[in-house]
């Protein structure tokens, strides 16, 4: 997902939106301090990751966020994207359909930035 965060983020930089990507690298264990101090920056939090939306773990870093410091600091409802509830499949533009893309995030951000959630 960062390359295409960071693909989204240079497209929307050039609409007058700034985001800040942030890699964790790795899950387990992952940087929290990282999200929390990029959430009292910003204000707002995008969640985009592969797997599916429902069990996946952007799920743990949202409740992650709104139970530390940062949530005081949220001026907008935190917002995942995710893959679709199903196995990603082999077939390139059927995976393409299953899995966030640039476009998705761009478009998130955008709403986010609007808040229009």
């Known amino acids: 997902m960062v390359p295409r965060a960071l693909e989204a ?9 700034e985001l800040e990507v942030v890699d964790l690298r790795t899950l387990k264990p992952y940087d929290l301090d990282i ?3 990029s959430v009292k ?3 707002r939090l995008l969640i ?4 599916p939306l429902i069990g996946g773990y952007g799920g743990e870093i949202a ?3 709104a139970q530390s410091a940062a949530f005081a600091y949220l001026e907008a409802p935190i917002v995942r994207l995710g893959g679709a509830d199903a196995p ?3 077939n390139r533009t059927l995976e393409r ?11 998130a951000a ?3 930035h609007r808040l229009e959630i």
């Not at 985009?48 to 797997?51: I, L």
Request: charged share 25%; aromatic share 2%.
């Open 88 to 90: 990603i499949p082999y």
């Open 63 to 65: 409740a992650a966020v």
């Open 97 to 107: 359909a299953s899995v966030p893309q640039v476009e998705d995030i761009a478009e």
């Open 48 to 51: 985009a990751h592969e797997p």
């Open 35 to 37: 999200i929390v101090a």
């Open 9 to 17: 983020a240079a497209q929307l930089a050039e609409e007058g939106i």
């Open 41 to 43: 920056r910003t204000g």
């Open 110 to 112: 955008r709403r986010l």
